[in-house]
């Protein structure tokens, strides 16, 4: 199938998927769900990419394997984590914030979550339609980021719910496993998961487009939907979240700062 075309599908693909969710949140009022079908979404892009490229098999079998293990295990993880719940606070704040145009405004924030999958699914098809085999370097280097960053993810997101079911532990920090030396350890090894397809493909005909998936979504973590309103909402939420602020890294794993020597009071810890 013609680049272009399988690029078509799969935009396509992806409207009609978030436009389904928007109609079951339209009932539930609960636009949370479209997190999980997101990243289901672009794990089938990938399955899908490899199917339809005319590319290298060993390139094919690449994007299909990791692409799809990585979008269905976070999709997986997602739903888990938001079925049965209240809807999220971003989506909460959203609707709120929209008032009655709500309906109309979440359709066309779901439409633009449509049109950032396609870019980011460029780190799949570029790939996939690369006649040239990838160099063993290539191989190993992809394979160990591919691996770091999904059992990293998965080890973070696993340490995160384990705190949470602790009753003991309800508005606090969660500042165990990899939560320690990052904020947002889920993020980063996030950030880094987009980097193993542009290891595979850099050094090959259009390989250099494979650089902007993950600065897309660094981009939109750090600086759009991700860090910013989040931290903001924890400020607000979690007993002790400056202090945590003040002493870990926002993003890359890092052993955590020293304590100033007289630590500002956080109003919201509990006192002796």
């Given at each position: 199938m013609p680049f272009p075309a399988a690029i078509a599908i799969a935009f396509a693909a992806l409207i009609a998927s978030f436009a389904a969710v928007w109609l079951v949140q339209l009932r539930t009022r609960n636009a949370g769900m479209i997190d999980p079908v997101w990243a289901a979404t672009l794990g089938t892009v990938a399955v899908f990419a490899a199917a339809v490229a005319a590319g290298d098999p060993v390139?094919?079998?690449?994007?299909?394997?990791?692409?799809?293990?990585?979008g269905w295990r976070l999709g997986l993880h997602l739903w888990r984590r938001n079925a049965g719940h209240d809807e999220d606070y971003r989506y909460r704040a959203l609707r709120d914030q929209w008032g009655a145009a709500a309906p109309q405004r979440m359709l066309g924030f779901f439409l633009l979550q449509a049109a950032v999958s396609v870019l980011l699914s460029l780190a799949f098809f570029v790939p996939a339609y690369q006649a040239a085999p990838p160099t063993r370097i290539a191989i190993a280097l992809a394979l160990v980021i591919w691996l770091a960053s999904v059992t990293g993810e998965a080890a973070a997101d696993r340490q995160l719910r384990r705190f949470l079911a602790r009753p003991?532990?309800?508005?606090r920090v969660c500042d165990e496993g990899w939560w320690r030396y990052s904020r947002h350890p889920n993020y980063f090894f996030e950030c880094l998961h987009w980097c193993a397809y542009a290891a595979w493909s850099l050094g090959r005909p259009w390989g250099w487009v494979t650089l902007a998936p993950p600065l897309l979504m660094g981009w939109l973590l750090l600086r759009v939907s991700g860090i910013p309103l989040l931290e903001a909402h924890l400020l607000e939420s979690r007993a002790g979240y400056r202090d945590y602020m003040s002493r870990t890294s926002a993003l890359i794993p890092w052993p955590p700062r020293r304590p100033p020597a007289n630590p500002t009071i956080d109003s919201r810890e509990p006192g002796p």
């Open positions: 390139n094919r079998l690449f994007v299909a394997a990791c692409g799809g293990l990585w003991e532990r309800t508005g």
